[in-house]
């Protein structure tokens, strides 16, 4: 069992900057493809960006897309989410996940992965 730990969260004030931490245990995860999801309250969890297993392939959600940079680091067992200029409506639970299967390409629907963090909140003050 793959349990995923998020760390980073936090208040900060618009135009700030957040980085965010996923880091699994009992297993590496280097083979895995990488996904950040958000849910803000009374909304879905929607996806915001993801990165495969190589590190070579990343895609990101309109709304984050030149603010927001997805790396990971294999050797160290962790993924980052830096997160710059963020705006309110950047508020939500953000939530680590991992998608084991080994399948080309990169899932951009919850469905898609298998593991899943317990979320850490960002709040983006006006």
């Known amino acids: 069992q793959v349990q995923l730990v998020e760390s980073g969260g936090g208040l900060v004030q618009a135009g700030g900057s957040l980085r965010l931490s996923c880091a699994p245990s009992g297993r590496t995860f280097s083979r895995y493809t990488m996904g950040w999801f958000r849910q803000a309250p009374g909304k879905e969890r929607e996806f915001v960006t993801a990165?495969?297993?190589?590190?070579?392939?990343?895609y990101y959600a309109d709304s984050v897309k030149g603010r927001f940079t997805i790396s990971r680091d294999n050797a160290k067992n962790t993924v980052y989410l830096q997160m710059n200029s963020l705006k309110p409506e950047d508020t939500a639970v953000y939530y680590c996940?991992?998608?084991?299967?080994?399948?080309?390409?990169?899932?951009?629907?919850?469905?898609?992965?298998?593991?899943w963090g317990q979320g850490t909140q960002v709040t983006v003050s006006s």
């Open positions: 996940a991992a998608d084991p299967s080994g399948r080309p390409g990169i899932r951009r629907n919850t469905r898609g992965y298998d593991y």
């Open positions: 990165i495969t297993w190589s590190g070579d392939g990343t």
